[in-house]
């Protein structure tokens, strides 16, 4: 079946460090990608998707690229700052059913 | 107001009672999804729904059940709570591609 798979975490970074949070997927078909972000004591929110092969998501300074050669979608920022600090998830949608699942989520804490 | 709404946002309940969480979207999506999320499992897919009456089995549906007889509503009910079954559970409604999510509830079993 299908599944995504993420980093462990939680990660630590300095502000203005560079990010890599990885995800990888398992999937049958071609599925769309995304990456949600979570603050503390909210609800999920949609950071950025691909929905096919070699397209780059980006928004908000983070950058994805749907790579099926690999099945990864790693998530990138180039200089981050505190207000980054949340849960974020890799998750993709199967394109035949409709299914939506998620990885374990990846904790990121940015330090001033 | 648009958007997706989760009811009760807090509920606390006993062990072996009933209890039902409700999910209502306004836009007429026909996804629905009903997750939980627990420490160490991010979230986890219990049921989803393609369309109005259609439902299927996620990765972890012991112990609940859902019905869809309208597009815009996907409630999930715990038949017998269990203390395992503590968690927060989102809702969320899709299209084609992202699905939106609700702010969550909080069940507390005793």
């Known amino acids: 079946g299908n599944s995504v798979t993420q980093m462990e975490g939680p990660v630590t970074l300095s502000e203005e460090a560079f990010l890599t949070i990885n995800c990888t997927y398992t999937a049958t078909g071609y599925p769309s990608l995304f990456w949600y972000v979570q603050y503390p004591g909210e609800g999920l929110q949609l950071l950025l998707k691909?929905?096919?092969?070699?397209d780059k998501g980006s928004n908000k300074g983070f950058e994805a690229t749907y790579r099926k050669e690999t099945t990864s979608f790693h998530l990138e920022k180039g200089s981050v700052q505190v207000s980054d600090s949340a849960v974020y998830f890799c998750a993709l949608k199967d394109g035949n059913t409709g299914k939506l699942i998620f990885g374990q989520g990846t904790t990121l804490q940015v330090k001033p | 107001d648009a958007g997706i709404t989760q009811s009760p946002r807090y509920k606390i309940t006993e062990t072996g009672r009933q209890v039902t969480l409700m999910c209502h979207q306004t836009?007429?999506?026909?996804?629905m999804f009903w997750y939980r999320q627990d420490l160490g499992h991010g979230l986890r897919l219990i049921y989803y729904s393609a369309a109005a009456d259609i439902t299927d089995k996620g990765e972890v549906p012991d112990g609940y059940v859902v019905s869809r007889s309208k597009t815009e509503n996907f409630p999930l009910t715990l038949e017998s709570a269990t203390r395992s079954q503590t968690s927060v559970y989102f809702c969320?409604?899709?299209?084609?591609?992202?699905?939106?999510f609700g702010q969550g509830t909080r069940l507390t079993v005793v």
């Open positions: 969320a409604s899709s299209e084609r591609t992202e699905a939106f």
């Open positions: 836009w007429s999506h026909s996804y």
């Open positions: 691909a929905t096919k092969a070699d």
